[in-house]
C-alpha cells in the first residue's frame, strides 16, 4: 500500500548539496508495524516526513494505496494527509488555546466535518483513551502522558491508513513511554499502519519490522517473525 | 474547512492574545472615530451655513453700497472718493425690474431703548413692510410695519422677542410706548422668537419704518437693499437689472455691489465641503497607520505560530485554508475595531452637538462608509503579505519551529 521507488532526497546547504535520502526503496502492507532506527543525521526524520507528505522527493516516486502521490499539488497533498495519514510528534504539537477536546476535534474542523458528528466522535475517542475527564483541560494543564495521549487521539480522529509517529516517547518519563508506546501499538489491531521513528533500540526491538539507516542510506530491513 | 469554523478558529487566536487584540482594535477604532467626528464637524460647518443662508430669505439678492473688487483697492478709494450712497429712491427705482418679486431696504444703527427705568442699547433695522416676507419672519403678536409710502416717518416700531420680554416682562407690550434715541415710538408688534441668522440676533432688533431711521441716524444711505427674485431662474435677471438700473442712477460709475445669495452659499458649500474632505482625508491617513499595524502584528502573529502553522499543515490544512485563516483574523480585528471607532464616533459626534447645539453635528453618510470601507479594506489588505507568507511555510521547518 506504501510504496518508495528510487527515492531521493538533496538539501541544498551554502552551495553544497547534501544527500539525505539515497535512493530509497521500500514498501509496507496494511498494518504493519515498522521502527526505523539510525544515528541522529542518518535521513529517518527525512524519511518520515517524505512518507507523511510533508516533503517531496526530489526524485524517485512516492505510491501511496496504488497512486502517486509524487506530483499532486498543495491541495491535493494536504487533502491526502488529511484523509490517511495520522502524525505523532516527540514534542506533542498540541495548540495551546485551545482545549484537549478542541486539539482532537481539529482535523475534523479542517475537513469540514459538521459540528455534531465531530462532537460525537471526540467524545468516543476521549473516552477511549481515558481523557474524558481533561477533555476541558488545556495542554498545559495536562501531564506528558496526557499530551500524547491526547495528540495521539487527534492522529487517528480521521481513522488514517498510516500512523506515523516521530520519537513519541522522546519528552515521556520511562513508565508513560512504555504506556504511549502499548496504546500506539492496539491501534495495529486496527488494521492501520504505524511507522515508529525513534533511536531507542529497545523501542525498536517492538517492532515487527525493523529499518536501520544510516547516511541516508537502508542499512538493513529485519522481519521479525511474530 | 467551514466558514463558521474559520471565523472561530481566527476569533480563538484572537482571544489567545488579547492584550495585543485589544492594542490593535484600539488603534483601528480611533482611526475609525477620528474619520466620523471630523467629518461630522465639517458637515455641521457646512449645513450651519447653509442654514443660516436659508433662514435669510429665499431667492434673495443683496445689493450693497461700494464696489468690491476680487484684487487690489477699489478705485474710489485711489481717487480720493468714497463710494456713492444707495438711496431710497435708488430702491423705489428697482420696481422697473419685472424679474423682482418684492425688495426690502435696510438700514442698521444702534441706539438705547429704554422703557421707564429700562433701558438698553439694540440694533434698530429701519424697513418697510417687505421686510417680514423677504426675511422670512414672523410675527408672535400685533403687526409688522404697514404698508405704504416709502418714505414714511411714523413713530412706530416691532420689537424682536427678546426685546419685549426684557422691556415688558409678561404684559402686553402692543400700544405701549417705548424711547429710543431721542424719539418716542408705539409697540404695534412683536415678532415670534427666531434665534440667530448671519450673526443677527432677530430677536434682539427693534424694527422701525427706514424713514424714520434715517431720521433717527440722520442719514440718508441704506445699509442694505434686499431682493426677492420671482423665481429662481430670475435670480440672474434681477442681478444684471439691479447693477444697470443702479449704475445708471449713479451716473455710469458702477459702485454698487451686487450678490446673490446662491453664489455665496456655493462658495461657502465648496470651502467646507473641501474641508470636510480633507481633514476626512487627514483621519483617513490614520486608518491606514492602524493598517500598518494590523500588518505588523500580524507578521508577529504568523512568526509565533509558526509550529502551530506547521502542524495544520500536517493535519491536513492547504496552504490556501492558512491564508483565509489569517485573512479571517485581519477581517475579524479591523471589522470588530470599526465598528467600536463607529460607536465612539456617534458618541463623540452626539457630545459636540450636546456641547454645541447649533451647530447640527452629523457625520455624513459617506464618510461612514469610507472610514468603515478603508478600516477593512486596509486591515485585509495588509494582512495579505503576512497570510500568504504563513501559507508558504514549509511544514517542515515549521513544525522544527526554526
Same mark, same amino acid.
Given at each position: 500500500?506504501?510504496?518508495?521507488?528510487?527515492?531521493?532526497?538533496?538539501?541544498?546547504?551554502?552551495?553544497?548539496?547534501?544527500?539525505?535520502?539515497?535512493?530509497?526503496?521500500?514498501?509496507?502492507?496494511?498494518?504493519?508495524?515498522?521502527?526505523?532506527?539510525?544515528?541522529?543525521?542518518?535521513?529517518?526524520?527525512?524519511?518520515?516526513?517524505?512518507?507523511?507528505?510533508?516533503?517531496?522527493?526530489?526524485?524517485?516516486?512516492?505510491?501511496?494505496?496504488?497512486?502517486?502521490?509524487?506530483?499532486?499539488?498543495?491541495?491535493?497533498?494536504?487533502?491526502?494527509?488529511?484523509?490517511?495519514?495520522?502524525?505523532?510528534?516527540?514534542?506533542?504539537?498540541?495548540?495551546?488555546?485551545?482545549?484537549?477536546?478542541?486539539?482532537?476535534?481539529?482535523?475534523?474542523?479542517?475537513?469540514?466535518?459538521?459540528?455534531?458528528?465531530?462532537?460525537?466522535?471526540?467524545?468516543?475517542?476521549?473516552?477511549?483513551?481515558?481523557?474524558?475527564?481533561?477533555?476541558?483541560?488545556?495542554?498545559?494543564?495536562?501531564?506528558?502522558?496526557?499530551?500524547?495521549?491526547?495528540?495521539?487521539?487527534?492522529?487517528?480522529?480521521?481513522?488514517?491508513?498510516?500512523?506515523?509517529?516521530?520519537?513519541?516517547?522522546?519528552?515521556?518519563?520511562?513508565?508513560?513511554?512504555?504506556?504511549?508506546?502499548?496504546?500506539?501499538?492496539?491501534?495495529?489491531?486496527?488494521?492501520?499502519?504505524?511507522?515508529?521513528?525513534?533511536?531507542?533500540?529497545?523501542?525498536?526491538?517492538?517492532?515487527?519490522?525493523?529499518?536501520?539507516?544510516?547516511?541516508?542510506?537502508?542499512?538493513?530491513?529485519?522481519?521479525?517473525?511474530? | 474547512?467551514?466558514?463558521?469554523?474559520?471565523?472561530?478558529?481566527?476569533?480563538?487566536?484572537?482571544?489567545?492574545?488579547?492584550?495585543?487584540?485589544?492594542?490593535?482594535?484600539?488603534?483601528?477604532?480611533?482611526?475609525?472615530?477620528?474619520?466620523?467626528?471630523?467629518?461630522?464637524?465639517?458637515?455641521?460647518?457646512?449645513?450651519?451655513?447653509?442654514?443660516?443662508?436659508?433662514?435669510?430669505?429665499?431667492?434673495?439678492?443683496?445689493?450693497?453700497?461700494?464696489?468690491?473688487?476680487?484684487?487690489?483697492?477699489?478705485?474710489?478709494?485711489?481717487?480720493?472718493?468714497?463710494?456713492?450712497?444707495?438711496?431710497?429712491?435708488?430702491?423705489?427705482?428697482?420696481?422697473?425690474?419685472?424679474?423682482?418679486?418684492?425688495?426690502?431696504?435696510?438700514?442698521?444703527?444702534?441706539?438705547?431703548?429704554?422703557?421707564?427705568?429700562?433701558?438698553?442699547?439694540?440694533?434698530?433695522?429701519?424697513?418697510?413692510?417687505?421686510?417680514?416676507?423677504? %426675511?422670512?419672519?414672523?410675527? *408672535?403678536?400685533? #403687526?409688522?410695519?404697514? &404698508?405704504?409710502?416709502?418714505? =414714511?416717518?411714523? !413713530? $412706530?416700531? @416691532?420689537?424682536?422677542?427678546?426685546?419685549?420680554?426684557?422691556?415688558?416682562?409678561?404684559?402686553?407690550?402692543?400700544?405701549?410706548?417705548?424711547?429710543?434715541?431721542?424719539?418716542?415710538?408705539?409697540?404695534?408688534?412683536?415678532?415670534?422668537?427666531?434665534?440667530?441668522?448671519?450673526?443677527?440676533?432677530?430677536?434682539?432688533?427693534?424694527?422701525?419704518?427706514?424713514?424714520?431711521?434715517?431720521?433717527?441716524?440722520?442719514?440718508?444711505?441704506?445699509? %442694505?437693499?434686499?431682493?426677492? *427674485?420671482?423665481? #429662481?431662474?430670475?435670480? &440672474?435677471?434681477?442681478?444684471? =437689472?439691479?447693477? !444697470? $438700473?443702479? @449704475?445708471?442712477?449713479?451716473?455710469?460709475?458702477?459702485?454698487?455691489?451686487?450678490?446673490?445669495?446662491?453664489?455665496?452659499?456655493?462658495?461657502?458649500?465648496?470651502?467646507?465641503?473641501?474641508?470636510?474632505?480633507?481633514?476626512?482625508?487627514?483621519?483617513?491617513?490614520?486608518?491606514?497607520?492602524?493598517?500598518?499595524?494590523?500588518?505588523?502584528?500580524?507578521?508577529?502573529?504568523?512568526?509565533?505560530?509558526?509550529?502551530?502553522?506547521?502542524?495544520?499543515?500536517?493535519?491536513?490544512?492547504?496552504?490556501?485554508?492558512?491564508?483565509?485563516?489569517?485573512?479571517?483574523?485581519?477581517?475579524?480585528?479591523?471589522?470588530?475595531?470599526?465598528?467600536?471607532?463607529?460607536?465612539?464616533?456617534?458618541?463623540?459626534?452626539?457630545?459636540?452637538?450636546?456641547?454645541?447645539?447649533?451647530?447640527?453635528?452629523?457625520?455624513?453618510?459617506?464618510?461612514?462608509?469610507?472610514?468603515?470601507?478603508?478600516?477593512?479594506?486596509?486591515?485585509?489588505?495588509?494582512?495579505?503579505?503576512?497570510?500568504?507568507?504563513?501559507?508558504?511555510?514549509?511544514?517542515?521547518?515549521?513544525?522544527?519551529?526554526?
Amino acid at each position: 500500500m506504501i510504496a518508495l521507488q528510487n527515492v531521493c532526497r538533496t538539501f541544498t546547504v551554502g552551495d553544497q548539496e547534501v544527500a539525505a535520502l539515497r535512493d530509497i526503496n521500500l514498501s509496507f502492507g496494511a498494518g504493519e508495524y515498522i521502527s526505523i532506527m539510525g544515528p541522529s543525521g542518518s535521513g529517518k526524520s527525512t524519511m518520515l516526513n517524505m512518507l507523511g507528505l510533508l516533503d517531496r522527493p526530489s526524485s524517485g516516486t512516492y505510491l501511496l494505496d496504488g497512486g502517486d502521490v509524487t506530483d499532486l499539488n498543495d491541495e491535493q497533498l494536504a487533502r491526502v494527509r488529511r484523509e490517511k495519514i495520522g502524525f505523532v510528534f516527540q514534542s506533542f504539537h498540541l495548540v495551546p488555546r485551545l482545549t484537549a477536546a478542541q486539539n482532537v476535534e481539529l482535523p475534523m474542523i479542517l475537513a469540514g466535518i459538521p459540528v455534531e458528528e465531530r462532537k460525537a466522535r471526540v467524545q468516543v475517542l476521549m473516552q477511549n483513551y481515558g481523557l474524558a475527564e481533561r477533555a476541558d483541560h488545556r495542554p498545559d494543564q495536562l501531564s506528558g502522558g496526557q499530551r500524547q495521549r491526547v495528540a495521539i487521539a487527534r492522529a487517528t480522529v480521521m481513522n488514517p491508513s498510516v500512523l506515523l509517529a516521530d520519537e513519541p516517547t522522546g519528552n515521556l518519563d520511562q513508565a508513560t513511554g512504555w504506556e504511549v508506546l502499548k496504546l500506539l501499538e492496539g491501534l495495529l489491531e486496527q488494521g492501520i499502519t504505524l511507522v515508529l521513528v525513534t533511536h531507542d533500540a529497545e523501542i525498536g526491538a517492538r517492532a515487527h519490522r525493523q529499518i536501520h539507516m544510516l547516511d541516508g542510506r537502508i542499512l538493513s530491513d529485519e522481519q521479525q517473525a511474530k | 474547512m467551514r466558514l463558521t469554523d474559520t471565523l472561530q478558529f481566527a476569533s480563538g487566536s484572537l482571544r489567545g492574545s488579547p492584550t495585543r487584540t485589544l492594542l490593535m482594535m484600539l488603534a483601528m477604532s480611533i482611526g475609525v472615530a477620528a474619520v466620523v467626528v471630523l467629518t461630522a464637524l465639517g458637515e455641521g460647518a457646512r449645513r450651519y451655513v447653509v442654514n443660516q443662508f436659508a433662514s435669510l430669505g429665499t431667492n434673495l439678492v443683496i445689493v450693497l453700497p461700494g464696489r468690491t473688487e476680487t484684487s487690489g483697492v477699489s478705485p474710489g478709494l485711489m481717487s480720493g472718493q468714497t463710494p456713492r450712497e444707495i438711496t431710497l429712491d435708488d430702491a423705489l427705482a428697482l420696481q422697473r425690474s419685472r424679474a423682482i418679486k418684492r425688495f426690502a431696504p435696510l438700514t442698521v444703527g444702534s441706539a438705547s431703548l429704554s422703557r421707564g427705568a429700562l433701558n438698553r442699547e439694540v440694533v434698530v433695522l429701519g424697513s418697510t413692510s417687505e421686510l417680514l416676507g423677504v %426675511r422670512h419672519m414672523e410675527m *408672535a403678536v400685533g #403687526r409688522f410695519l404697514p &404698508e405704504g409710502d416709502i418714505q =414714511d416717518t411714523s !413713530s $412706530i416700531c @416691532v420689537l424682536g422677542n427678546q426685546m419685549k420680554r426684557e422691556l415688558f416682562g409678561n404684559e402686553q407690550a402692543v400700544g405701549q410706548w417705548v424711547r429710543l434715541g431721542d424719539r418716542r415710538f408705539r409697540v404695534i408688534g412683536v415678532l415670534s422668537p427666531q434665534g440667530e441668522s448671519m450673526g443677527m440676533r432677530t430677536d434682539e432688533l427693534v424694527i422701525i419704518p427706514v424713514g424714520s431711521s434715517q431720521q433717527l441716524f440722520n442719514t440718508s444711505g441704506l445699509y %442694505r437693499i434686499l431682493i426677492e *427674485a420671482k423665481s #429662481r431662474d430670475a435670480i &440672474e435677471q434681477v442681478t444684471k =437689472d439691479a447693477e !444697470s $438700473i443702479l @449704475v445708471e442712477r449713479h451716473g455710469g460709475e458702477r459702485d454698487v455691489t451686487v450678490i446673490t445669495q446662491n453664489a455665496v452659499l456655493q462658495t461657502f458649500d465648496r470651502i467646507l465641503g473641501a474641508l470636510t474632505m480633507a481633514v476626512g482625508g487627514i483621519a483617513a491617513i490614520s486608518l491606514a497607520v492602524a493598517g500598518v499595524l494590523i500588518m505588523n502584528v500580524m507578521l508577529i502573529a504568523v512568526a509565533q505560530r509558526v509550529k502551530e502553522i506547521g502542524l495544520l499543515k500536517a493535519l491536513g490544512a492547504p496552504g490556501k485554508q492558512i491564508r483565509y485563516l489569517f485573512f479571517a483574523e485581519a477581517a475579524l480585528l479591523s471589522g470588530i475595531g470599526s465598528v467600536a471607532g463607529l460607536v465612539l464616533g456617534y458618541a463623540g459626534s452626539f457630545i459636540i452637538g450636546q456641547i454645541y447645539p447649533s451647530l447640527p453635528v452629523m457625520p455624513p453618510w459617506w464618510a461612514v462608509i469610507a472610514a468603515t470601507m478603508t478600516a477593512l479594506g486596509t486591515g485585509i489588505l495588509f494582512s495579505v503579505w503576512p497570510a500568504r507568507r504563513a501559507a508558504k511555510l514549509d511544514p517542515v521547518t515549521a513544525l522544527a519551529g526554526k
